[in-house]
């Protein structure tokens, strides 16, 4: 089992910035990826950001490219998102998910590649 718990969430007005922090633990070896899911109120959850936990390739949903960036310390079971020039639409609740290896395929944008998820930490913009 991996245990993920999110934090940094927050209100922030638009054009802000807000890093969120995700920190795996339990049975870290056995992570291929971690990736960064969002849901906002009345709508399906949708991917954000992706990367793999012992590779540098980023992936990045095409609302969020540009603005959002995903990162990774492995010496701390951590992965990061820093959220740039957000706008009220970013508003939701942030997940972070742990897909598990080995594995030949991964679709990052697909939530059922994730078997762990976090509890989530609500975001909130501001017009």
């Known amino acids: 089992q991996v245990q993920l718990v999110e934090s940094g969430g927050g209100l922030v007005q638009a054009g802000g910035s807000l890093r969120l922090s995700c920190t795996a633990s339990?049975?870290?070896?056995?992570?291929?990826?971690m990736g960064w899911f969002r849901q906002a109120p009345g709508k399906e959850r949708e991917f954000v950001a992706a990367i793999p936990w012992r590779g540098y390739s980023t992936y990045y949903a095409d609302s969020v490219n540009g603005r959002f960036t995903i990162s990774k310390d492995n010496a701390k079971n951590t992965v990061y998102l820093q959220m740039t020039s957000l706008k009220p639409t970013d508003t939701a609740v942030y997940s972070c998910?742990?897909?598990?290896?080995?594995?030949?395929?991964?679709?990052?944008?697909?939530?059922?590649?994730?078997?762990?998820w976090g509890q989530g930490t609500q975001v909130t913009v501001s017009s």
């Open positions: 998910a742990a897909a598990g290896g080995p594995r030949a395929v991964w679709y990052p944008s697909d939530g059922n590649e994730y078997a762990y």
């Open positions: 339990g049975r870290t070896f056995s992570i291929y990826a």
